[in-house]
């Protein structure tokens, strides 16, 4: 007796032209977010996304990553990718052209909206990103990452498809690869299912724009330094309130930026 077929269940079974690893370990289920990175080096992914918490969420299809390398997309016999700036200047810039037809193959299946998922480059010059950006690409389909390298994009491209320019910090990287992983982790891990304790991310720095209070395990008394007593009286409402005040006063110590943007939205409230 033969066998009939099997349900795939949530499974996601989609057309491509784009070749794909018929045995992939990583099953995408149906809706899942994605993540797809346009790099010159996509051997960098997962990198550490296929670590811990995000590397078996990966595993178990709560998400998904797509890698595009840029330079099939490259021109002439060298698959050149970038050129010299227009109107001079040290180093090299990626070509409109190149990068179009990588986001045009980024573009497959995925919405048009932006609000429903973000085309974004990782530069320097870009908004900075933090938390509020995390939960915003979190609550998306899928979000789609250009990786830059060398002086940068040309900027006609990015314009001409809405790229949101995002920056990891007030630093320079030699590519976005770095950038990107950091971010993704950050959006995943709020994603449901994927930390499996929802209340972790609710307790955590920058959730409700203040830095964590301190943390304490055992032993309660190590090298002579004990545990607040307060942490140990059983008494919930007051060990809410002694973390509260422990991350007010870190806040204000170390980030006045975001002690001051607290205080004011506060005020409003």
């Known amino acids: 007796m033969t066998d009939g077929p099997k349900s795939h269940g949530r499974l996601s079974i989609r057309a491509s032209l784009v070749p794909r690893d018929l045995m992939d370990p990583n099953p995408r289920l149906q809706g899942a977010w994605c993540a797809k990175i346009i790099t010159l080096f996509p051997g960098a992914f997962p990198g550490v996304l296929g670590e811990s918490l995000t590397g078996k969420a990966l595993q178990d299809g709560l998400w998904a990553l797509k890698t595009i390398d840029l330079r099939p997309f490259g021109e002439g016999r060298h698959r050149n990718v970038d050129d010299t700036p227009t109107g001079g200047g040290a180093g090299m810039v990626l070509r409109p052209d190149v990068v179009a037809k ?97 209340a972790s991310t609710e307790e955590e720095s920058f959730s409700d724009g203040l830095l964590e209070h301190p943390q304490f395990t055992r032993p309660n008394d190590w090298q002579g330094r004990t545990v607040p007593e307060v942490l140990l009286s059983g008494h919930h409402a007051r060990i809410e309130e002694w973390r509260r005040e422990q991350a007010k006063a870190l806040t204000q110590e170390r980030r006045p930026d975001l002690w001051e943007a607290w205080l004011a939205r506060h005020r409003k409230d």
């Open 102 to 198: 990588a986001l045009n193959e980024a573009a497959r299946d995925t919405p048009r909206d932006r609000a429903r998922w973000p085309v974004v480059y990782l530069s320097p010059r870009g908004r900075r990103f933090d938390q509020a950006t995390a939960r915003r690409w979190a609550a998306t389909e899928g979000i789609t990452m250009l990786c830059g390298r060398f002086e940068g994009v040309d900027q006609r491209v990015l314009d001409a498809y809405e790229v949101e320019e995002v920056s990891l910090g007030d630093f320079v990287l030699t590519g976005g690869e770095i950038a990107a992983q950091a971010m993704i982790d950050a959006t995943v891990r709020l994603l449901p299912g994927v930390l499996g304790n929802q």
